[in-house]
């Protein structure tokens, strides 16, 4: 009971940047039609928000326990409030880069702050497992709050209408009452708390955990399952809006269902992975995503050229790919806390630091990549891409399992 508000916070904390990180996909879509660039231009939104986050990530994860979990954390929910109420008097293509950097070094604060504090509010692996998917949960809820949102405010029959820039007055409001919700939240970090190294040594307990062979193949996991995730959702309500036709607004609804369908496959996992093995489960979510990729794509292609006017009109496909989320929603959850549960407490701040830095280049690629194909090959091809971060993770995950096994008890994972 004496962590309650802390977890409420940490759980509000991510619900508002899944709806800030993940509205990319939108936007995108929204700088396209507004400010006329191609793809491959509004793809750099996804590179302004990842790149942020790894710099930032790599920066301040060796020394973040000394600025303290719950500090690091106002700074990053204060930054990002100010960048929402100036944006929308700005209205450029630059404020927009500049407003998902600030939400990328924000959410870098942010995110290794609550990976660091799980730790300490949780008593042992399978809480942590579970805490951990409930906290992703919340994020992608937030992101399916976002679509609903950013979608009441777009124009579909004027591309030029700035209206959508408003949502920002609405969202940079919702982070000062966040701020001030963790601001009133106790937390405990004694545990947390550094021992009298400088910075330089702290940098090198980055690097030394770096060359452990539990480690190199779960940062090889994360870097791909993420490249996989922001692949498709960032370019999903393109892929509606060019692909299969639908308006704007209905473009960034549909996408959405990737979101709800994620946070509901976390939310069970929480409970599932309470019992069942996690590469087991891991495994079975891979194979099932590669299949839906296989029968929903053939079926978009199929339905390319309809007219879309009504929600009568949505094409069976807009409904079934999005699934994929589902059996994609384990997997990041449970490796992180699978690596984290490896490590005492202490070098949770800067594992946590790893593992913002290799998901923020592995979103940042994703989307790139996925750009350049959606542009010179079209939705079909960018889309069918994803199986192949699949199979490679896939076998990531494989290695990622023999190499806990193997140094499961190795009193390396123990060093001070």
């Known amino acids: 009971m004496g962590n309650l508000k802390i977890k409420i916070s940490v759980f509000i904390n991510y619900l508002l940047f899944g ?31 990842d790149i942020t986050i790894a710099v930032v990530s790599f920066l301040v994860a060796s020394f973040i326990t000394r600025i303290g979990y719950k500090k690091s954390m106002q700074i990053g929910l204060a930054a990002v409030a100010l960048a929402c109420f100036i944006v929308p008097s700005v209205k450029t293509f630059i404020a927009v880069k500049l407003l998902f950097a600030v939400t990328g070094a ?12 799980i730790g300490l509010i949780t008593k042992n692996e399978k809480e942590h497992i579970s805490l951990m998917n409930f906290i992703e949960s919340c994020f992608m809820v937030g992101i399916l709050l976002g679509y609903f949102i950013f979608s009441y405010f777009i124009d ?6 700035g209206r959508w820039f408003h949502i920002y007055y609405f969202i940079g409001a919702l982070y000062l009452l966040a701020l001030l919700l963790l601001t009133l939240a106790p937390l405990n970090e004694s545990a947390a708390k550094p021992t009298e190294e400088n ?4 940098f090198m307990e980055m ?7 539990l480690v190199v193949s779960f940062v090889v996991c994360a870097f791909l399952y993420v490249l996989i995730e922001q692949s498709i959702m960032s370019w999903l309500p393109t892929f509606n809006n060019k692909v299969l ?3 704007s607004s209905f473009s960034v609804l549909m ?5 709800a369908s994620t946070a509901i496959g976390r939310f069970l996992a929480g409970m599932v992975l309470k019992k069942v093995s996690w590469y087991v489960t891991l495994t079975v979510c891979l194979v099932a995503a590669a299949a839906l990729v296989l029968i929903a794509l053939p079926l978009a292609k199929a339905e390319e050229g309809h007219v879309i006017k009504v929600w009568a009109d949505v094409p069976f496909s807009a409904y079934i790919f999005p699934l994929i989320g589902f059996f994609l929603a384990p997997i990041y959850p449970a490796i992180n806390s699978v690596i984290l549960a490896a490590l005492p407490k202490k070098q949770h701040g800067t594992m946590s630091g790893l593992i913002v830095v290799f998901s923020a280049l592995g979103g940042s690629l994703g989307s790139i990549i996925t750009g350049y194909i959606f542009q010179h090959y079209g939705g079909q091809s960018a889309f069918y891409f994803s199986l192949v971060p699949l199979f490679l993770l896939s076998i990531a995950l494989l290695l990622f ?15 001070p």
């Open 19 to 49: 709806i800030m990180l993940n509205s990319v996909g939108t936007v995108i879509m929204q700088v396209q039609r507004y400010y006329h660039v191609n793809e491959s231009s509004a793809s750099v939104l996804e590179a302004f928000k």
């Open 106 to 117: 924000s959410f870098a604060l942010i995110k290794i702050s609550v990976f660091g504090s």
């Open 199 to 202: 910075t330089g040594a702290s």
């Open 156 to 161: 579909d029959a004027d591309a030029s209408s």
């Open 207 to 213: 690097f030394r955990l770096l060359v452990l062979p």
């Open 255 to 259: 996408a959405g269902i990737m979101a």
């Open 401 to 415: 399992k023999k190499s806990k096994k193997i140094n499961q008890t190795s009193s390396i994972y123990h060093a």
């Open 245 to 247: 036709h639908l308006p």
